[in-house]
Protein backbone atom coordinates (compact mmCIF):
# COMPACT_ATOMS: atom_id res chain seq x y z
CA UNK A 1 0.00 0.00 0.00
CA UNK A 2 1.04 3.33 -0.96
CA UNK A 3 0.34 6.61 0.47
CA UNK A 4 0.62 10.63 -0.73
CA UNK A 5 0.07 12.97 2.00
CA UNK A 6 0.17 16.45 0.61
CA UNK A 7 -0.10 19.60 2.28
CA UNK A 8 0.66 23.38 2.13
CA UNK A 9 -2.26 24.34 0.13
CA UNK A 10 -3.47 27.99 1.16
CA UNK A 11 -5.59 31.11 0.34
CA UNK A 12 -2.91 34.06 -0.77
CA UNK A 13 -3.20 37.44 -2.51
CA UNK A 14 -1.88 37.78 -5.58
CA UNK A 15 2.55 38.19 -5.94
CA UNK A 16 2.27 35.92 -2.58
CA UNK A 17 4.15 32.64 -2.12
CA UNK A 18 3.47 28.82 -1.28
CA UNK A 19 5.49 26.01 -0.68
CA UNK A 20 3.76 22.84 -1.18
CA UNK A 21 4.90 19.02 -0.12
CA UNK A 22 3.99 16.14 -0.95
CA UNK A 23 5.41 12.60 0.55
CA UNK A 24 4.80 9.23 -0.35
CA UNK A 25 4.87 6.35 2.27
CA UNK A 26 4.59 2.53 2.08
CA UNK A 27 5.93 -0.33 0.12
CA UNK A 28 8.45 1.59 -2.37
CA UNK A 29 11.00 0.07 -3.96
CA UNK A 30 12.00 3.13 -5.65
CA UNK A 31 10.51 6.71 -7.27
CA UNK A 32 11.30 7.61 -10.68
CA UNK A 33 9.40 10.84 -11.83
CA UNK A 34 7.43 13.24 -8.99
CA UNK A 35 5.48 16.23 -10.30
CA UNK A 36 2.70 18.16 -9.72
CA UNK A 37 -0.44 18.75 -11.77
CA UNK A 38 -3.11 21.31 -11.15
CA UNK A 39 -6.94 21.28 -12.09
CA UNK A 40 -8.83 25.00 -11.97
CA UNK A 41 -12.72 24.61 -12.05
CA UNK A 42 -14.13 23.97 -15.40
CA UNK A 43 -10.67 23.07 -16.49
CA UNK A 44 -9.13 19.21 -17.48
CA UNK A 45 -6.11 18.70 -14.74
CA UNK A 46 -2.68 20.21 -16.24
CA UNK A 47 1.31 19.25 -15.60
CA UNK A 48 2.93 22.06 -13.85
CA UNK A 49 5.83 20.99 -13.05
CA UNK A 50 8.69 17.74 -13.29
CA UNK A 51 11.04 16.33 -12.04
CA UNK A 52 13.15 13.04 -12.20
CA UNK A 53 15.32 10.59 -10.15
CA UNK A 54 18.34 12.33 -11.36
CA UNK A 55 16.99 15.51 -10.59
CA UNK A 56 15.91 17.35 -14.05
CA UNK A 57 12.97 19.37 -14.18
CA UNK A 58 10.57 20.65 -16.56
CA UNK A 59 7.84 22.66 -16.54
CA UNK A 60 4.73 24.93 -18.13
CA UNK A 61 5.25 27.16 -19.93
CA UNK A 62 3.42 29.33 -17.93
CA UNK A 63 5.00 28.82 -14.48
CA UNK A 64 8.98 28.91 -15.75
CA UNK A 65 10.39 31.13 -13.62
CA UNK A 66 7.92 31.70 -11.12
CA UNK A 67 7.92 27.54 -9.76
CA UNK A 68 10.77 25.50 -8.52
CA UNK A 69 10.06 21.95 -8.17
CA UNK A 70 12.35 19.86 -5.73
CA UNK A 71 12.62 16.23 -3.97
CA UNK A 72 14.47 14.92 -1.26
CA UNK A 73 14.71 11.33 -2.13
CA UNK A 74 15.72 10.58 1.58
CA UNK A 75 12.40 11.17 2.57
CA UNK A 76 10.33 10.51 -0.35
CA UNK A 77 9.28 14.01 -0.69
CA UNK A 78 8.00 16.38 -3.83
CA UNK A 79 8.01 20.05 -3.08
CA UNK A 80 6.87 22.80 -5.68
CA UNK A 81 7.61 26.73 -4.77
CA UNK A 82 5.04 28.86 -5.79
CA UNK A 83 6.20 32.49 -6.01
CA UNK A 84 4.46 36.03 -8.14
CA UNK A 85 1.51 33.55 -7.93
CA UNK A 86 -1.31 35.01 -10.36
CA UNK A 87 -5.11 34.58 -10.01
CA UNK A 88 -4.76 32.55 -12.59
CA UNK A 89 -3.17 29.77 -10.41
CA UNK A 90 -6.17 28.81 -8.42
CA UNK A 91 -6.34 25.38 -8.67
CA UNK A 92 -6.39 21.62 -6.67
CA UNK A 93 -2.96 20.95 -7.12
CA UNK A 94 -2.50 17.17 -7.22
CA UNK A 95 1.11 15.18 -6.82
CA UNK A 96 1.51 12.34 -8.85
CA UNK A 97 4.61 9.64 -8.13
CA UNK A 98 5.94 7.28 -10.66
CA UNK A 99 7.56 4.20 -8.55
CA UNK A 100 8.21 0.74 -8.33
CA UNK A 101 6.82 -1.42 -5.66
CA UNK A 102 9.40 -4.01 -6.28
CA UNK A 103 12.77 -5.21 -7.50
CA UNK A 104 11.92 -7.92 -9.26
CA UNK A 105 9.71 -6.28 -11.41
CA UNK A 106 10.38 -3.68 -14.37
CA UNK A 107 6.65 -2.41 -13.98
CA UNK A 108 5.82 1.38 -12.74
CA UNK A 109 3.10 2.28 -11.30
CA UNK A 110 1.50 6.11 -10.55
CA UNK A 111 -0.08 7.58 -7.67
CA UNK A 112 -1.92 10.73 -7.30
CA UNK A 113 -2.29 12.43 -4.26
CA UNK A 114 -5.46 13.71 -2.63
CA UNK A 115 -5.09 17.21 -3.93
CA UNK A 116 -4.70 20.44 -2.23
CA UNK A 117 -6.25 23.86 -2.54
CA UNK A 118 -4.65 26.70 -3.83
CA UNK A 119 -6.63 30.13 -4.03
CA UNK A 120 -4.86 33.28 -4.82
CA UNK A 121 -7.36 36.40 -4.88
CA UNK A 122 -6.09 39.84 -6.04
Known amino acids: QVQLVESGGDRVQAGGSLRLSCAAS????????MGWYRQAPGNQRELVAVITSGGSTEYADSMKGRFTISRDNAKNTVYLKMDKLKPEDTGVYYCKVVLKLTPFSLREYNYWGQGTQVTVSS
Open 26 to 33: GSIFSINA
